[in-house]
């Protein structure tokens, strides 16, 4: 851990200029992925490891292909490419896997809620119960708003309205903004958590058979459009390599390296990063 903070603060030396400028955006990326860094510290970050990435890249492939300039500068480019776009997508991954674990809590969440409620305790006492509770990234959000409350001074309406602002999650903000109203009105408590509780509930179990549907097709997709269209282009090369016909400007053993240990890795990584997009909002 001393190592990463020391890291972290080299980094940031080439980088504090960055901060003299507001980035909310970054900002709040970073807030809603719990990550506690500066704009300028995570920009500075991924740029100083991309650059340190592709020269160790640089140096192992100099010596591994004898010097070849091709092989040197397309390993060296696509090593320091990926880094520098890898830092941003472990950021978005961090707010997709916080986003899914909140929205797989709701439904259990709301109808411990109904219970605590249904006891006579107040929006505000039940949202305090939750935060310490087990359910996750949702007690870590409901203890944002009980840390605004009991220790900044806020109402809770306000502490809330921060939440509702800044949680990755629309389902979610939907249910704070619905008790931030509640908390406002002063009624409607028990009777909305039983409601909205069983409809998530349904909507959980639909959503769940929608994704095993889909998630086969996917599957099918990938072995049947990516991995035999790569492997019959390969049995292509080693046949025409074999029987000796030309195939132009390349050699075939080349163009079975390039197949091997580069189009076929890029094509599962596109393939998994499709499909990290399609069910990157997904509750399941």
């Known amino acids: 851990m001393k190592f990463i903070e020391r890291y972290r603060m080299f980094c940031y030396h080439f980088g504090r200029h960055i901060d003299e400028t507001p980035r909310d955006s970054v900002s709040r990326l970073l807030y809603q992925a719990d990550i506690e860094m500066t704009p300028g510290m995570f920009i500075s970050l991924a740029c100083i490891t991309a650059v340190i990435a592709g020269g160790a890249m640089l140096f192992s492939s100099v010596i591994l292909f004898r010097g070849d300039t ?64 087990n359910y996750g990234h949702i007690s870590k959000e409901f203890g ?6 009991d220790i900044l001074g806020e109402d809770a309406v306000t502490a809330m309205s921060d939440l509702i602002q800044n949680t990755p999650s629309e389902m979610f903000r939907t249910i704070c903004i619905d008790l931030s109203n509640i908390i406002h009105a002063g009624s409607g408590f028990m009777d909305y958590l039983e409601v909205k509780s069983r409809d998530l509930m349904t909507m959980r179990r639909l959503i769940q058979k929608e994704f095993v549907d889909s998630l086969s097709v996917y599957g099918e997709g990938y072995l049947g459009g990516v991995v035999m269209s790569v492997v019959l282009a390969v049995l292509g090369i080693v046949v025409c390599g074999a029987l000796g016909i030309d195939m132009g400007v390349f050699a075939p053993r080349d163009l079975f390296n390039v197949f091997v240990y580069f189009v076929l890795p890029f094509a599962n990584i596109v393939f998994l990063a499709l499909l990290s997009m399609k069910y990157s909002r997904s509750p399941v």
């Open 70 to 133: 091709i092989y040197v500068t397309i390993l060296t480019s696509l090593t320091f490419a990926l880094t520098l776009g890898g830092v941003p997508f472990i950021l978005y991954n961090r707010i997709s896997a916080k986003k899914m674990d909140i929205e797989q809590e709701l439904p259990y969440m709301l109808g411990y809620m109904s219970v605590l409620a249904s006891a006579g305790a107040s929006p505000i006492d039940v949202v305090r119960r939750i935060s310490i509770e």
């Open 144 to 149: 944002k708003v009980i840390y605004r409350v």
